[in-house]
C-alpha cells in the first residue's frame, strides 16, 4: 500500500497488535471444553485460519469490545465481503478489489462546517494515534463476524471540521469509479452508494473510522483506504471508501433506504424483535460457526448506545 | 428422423452426467471442508474448497440456483421439441424433472438442516411470515404429486387426463420459482429477472401453440 511508504514510524514491534494465532490457540482450549457434540464436531469445520504477516501499524491503545469472543481470521475477513461496487458474489470484492487507486485518496468535505474543503487521507487520520478495536459485525444477512479494527474515533475526525449547529446528519459517500470497480456497470443500488448518521450518532465514541484490521493497513474488499465502522447498527451502514463527508441539516437518504424503503431505515440498528428484512433477524450466524446464536439488541452495545434512542419506537424508526 | 438406440443412449448419458455435475462439485468441495476443517489431510494436495467463507449460506445459495435452472430447462422441453422439430426430446422430459426435483429436494434440505437445524418453530414462522418462502414451499408442495406420479404405473393407474392435470401444476410452479428467487434478491439484481423473462418466454411459447392447435382444430372441423 503507497501510502505506508514512508511512514516507518508506525512500524513497531509485533508483540503489540493482537496477533490471529493468540485468539486460534484459545479457540482449541474452547473446544476442549466439549460444547455438545453437534459443536465439537462443527465447531472447527469453518474455521479457516490463516498465517498473517507483521503488523504495519502502530497502536497506541487496544480495547476489545467483543468480551472472549473468538476473532474471524484474516482470511474470512478479508474473502466474504458485501461491496456491490466490484460486484454481487461474496467472492467479487476480494477478486476485483485490488484494482482501487488508494494514493492519493482525496476527501471532499462539504456543508454546514467552518472548515470544509477537500483533504487528504493524512490530514483526517492521525496515523500516530491509531487504536485497535475488537468489535462484532452484524450484516443485515444474520451473518456476523468479531473484527480487529485500527483507526480513530469519528468523533475526532469530525470534529477537525467545526460543523455548525446547523449540522444534524452527517452524510458519506463512497467511491463511485467505474474504471476501478465494474460492478458500477450495473444498477444494483442507484451510485454512489450513501450513508448516512445521526450527529449524536456520529459522534458517539463507539462510532469510529478504520484504516485497517489486524494491524494490517485495509484491503480494498474491506473498504480501503478508510471505512465506517458502526457496530450497534448493521453492516451496510458501515460505508466503505469513503471520498465524500457533508453536513447536512436533515435527515439523508441512504442507499438501501432508496432501494427498498419496506426493507431498509435510516436508522438500521441491529434488533432481533424487528424482521423487516427477508431475513429473520432474532438469530444470527457468526461466521465459522455451525449453529446460530441469538441476535443481541444494538448487536450487544446497548448499554453504550441505547440512551441514543431513548423515548424513540424502534420499530418505527428501524 | 428415427433415433437408433445408440443415440437415445447417448444423449440420456450425457444429460444424466451433465445434470448432476453441479451436485458432484457440491459434494466434492464438502469433501474438501471437512478434511481441511478436521485436519484430516487427505485431500490437502487437491486445495482449498470454494464454499466461501459462510458455507451453508453458499449451498443453500448454489443448489437454489440449480434447482431453478434444471426446473426451467425441464418446462422448456416442450417447447423446444416442438421449435426444433426434435419430437424424441420429450421422452428426457421426465427425467429433467426429476433432476430439477432433486435438487430442490436438496435445497430444501440444506435449509432444514444446516441453516435451521430442525428449528421447526423458526422454520414454520419463516414459511408463514416472509413470502418469498411461502411461495417456495407452495412450489415444492406442487412439485411432490408429479414427482410422485412420474412412473409409468401412475400413468396407467390415474389414466392420461388425471394425469395430465396433475402435471399441469408445472404452469404455477415455474412462475414461483422464479417469483422465490426475485422476491429473495438484494437490490435490483439483473439475474431473477433474466429468469422471470425466461418463465415469461416459455408461457408466452406454449399459449402461442395451444392457439394455433385450436385454429388448427377450429379450421379441420369447417372443413368436415
Known amino acids: 500500500m503507497m501510502l505506508l511508504k514512508n511512514r516507518k514510524s508506525w512500524h513497531i514491534a509485533e508483540n503489540q497488535v493482537t496477533p490471529e ?49 473468538e476473532l474471524n481470521s484474516y482470511k474470512d475477513i478479508t474473502s466474504y465481503n458485501n461491496f456491490y461496487e466490484f460486484g454481487v458474489e461474496k467472492s467479487d470484492p476480494a477478486k476485483y478489489a485490488h484494482a482501487l487507486i488508494t494514493d492519493p485518496w482525496p476527501v471532499e468535505v462539504t456543508g454546514h462546517a467552518e472548515r470544509t474543503g477537500t ?181 450487544g452495545y446497548g448499554d453504550q448506545v441505547a440512551s441514543l434512542y431513548a423515548g424513540m419506537d424502534l420499530a418505527k424508526y428501524f | 428422423m428415427a433415433w437408433t438406440k445408440k443415440t437415445r443412449k447417448t444423449l440420456k448419458w450425457f444429460l444424466w452426467i451433465g445434470i448432476s455435475l453441479p451436485l458432484l462439485w457440491l459434494f466434492y468441495n464438502w469433501a474438501l471442508l471437512v478434511d481441511e476443517g478436521f485436519n484430516l489431510g487427505y485431500l490437502t494436495s487437491l486445495g482449498f474448497h470454494s464454499l466461501t467463507a459462510n458455507p451453508i449460506e453458499y449451498t443453500n445459495r448454489f443448489l437454489g440456483d440449480w434447482a431453478l435452472r434444471f426446473l426451467l430447462f425441464s418446462f422448456a422441453v416442450t417447447p423446444m421439441a416442438r421449435i426444433f422439430k426434435v419430437k424424441q426430446l420429450v421422452a428426457y422430459r421426465r427425467m429433467i424433472g426429476l433432476w430439477a426435483f432433486t435438487y430442490v429436494s436438496f435445497h430444501l434440505t440444506s435449509y432444514i438442516v444446516l441453516d435451521q437445524f430442525f428449528d421447526w418453530g423458526e422454520i414454520w414462522s419463516d414459511i408463514l411470515k416472509r413470502n418469498y418462502m411461502t411461495l417456495g414451499m407452495t412450489a415444492f408442495t406442487l412439485l411432490i404429486p408429479m414427482a410422485v406420479t412420474s412412473t409409468k404405473g401412475w400413468i396407467k393407474r390415474l389414466g392420461a387426463r388425471r394425469w395430465k392435470a396433475i402435471h399441469k401444476a408445472i404452469y404455477v410452479i415455474a412462475p414461483l420459482g422464479a417469483i422465490h428467487y426475485f422476491m429473495m434478491a438484494k437490490g435490483n439484481q439483473l439475474d431473477p429477472k433474466i429468469y422471470i423473462g425466461i418463465v415469461v418466454g416459455l408461457l408466452g411459447i406454449r399459449l402461442w401453440f395451444s392457439l394455433q392447435d385450436k385454429t388448427k382444430a377450429a379450421a379441420g372441423k369447417a372443413t368436415a
Open chain 1, 21 to 69: 494465532r493468540l485468539y486460534l490457540s484459545r479457540r482449541q482450549i474452547m473446544q476442549g471444553f466439549g460444547l455438545g457434540l453437534g459443536a465439537a464436531l462443527a465447531g472447527p469445520l469453518f474455521r479457516a485460519g490463516a498465517a498473517y504477516a507483521l503488523p504495519n501499524f502502530g497502536i497506541a491503545k487496544k480495547t476489545n469490545y467483543a468480551g472472549d469472543e
Open chain 1, 119 to 299: 483533504y487528504s487521507l493524512e490530514d483526517l487520520i492521525d496515523f500516530n494515534a491509531l487504536e485497535e478495536r475488537i468489535y462484532r459485525l452484524r450484516c443485515v444477512e444474520a451473518w456476523s463476524m468479531v473484527i480487529p479494527w485500527v483507526g480513530v474515533p469519528l468523533a475526532g475526525i469530525l470534529k477537525k471540521f467545526e460543523p455548525t449547529s446547523k449540522a444534524k446528519f452527517v452524510r458519506f459517500e463512497t467511491l463511485a469509479n467505474r474504471a476501478q470497480m465494474p460492478g458500477l456497470r450495473s444498477r444494483v443500488l442507484d451510485w454512489p452508494y450513501r450513508e448516512g448518521l445521526r450527529m449524536d450518532e456520529a459522534m458517539h465514541p463507539l462510532a469510529f473510522m478504520a484504516v485497517g484490521l489486524y494491524g494490517k493497513p485495509l484491503l480494498g474488499q474491506n473498504g480501503a483506504p478508510m471505512r465506517l465502522v458502526v457496530p450497534w447498527k448493521y453492516g451496510f451502514k458501515s460505508i466503505k471508501s469513503i471520498v465524500s463527508i457533508n453536513f447536512v441539516e436533515n435527515q439523508p437518504q441512504t442507499s438501501w433506504e432508496m432501494q427498498n424503503p419496506s426493507w431498509y431505515g435510516f436508522y438500521s440498528n441491529v434488533n432481533p424483535n424487528v424482521s423487516r428484512q427477508r431475513w429473520s433477524q432474532g438469530r444470527e450466524r457468526r461466521i465459522g460457526d455451525f449453529f446460530k446464536r441469538k441476535t443481541l439488541m444494538f448487536n
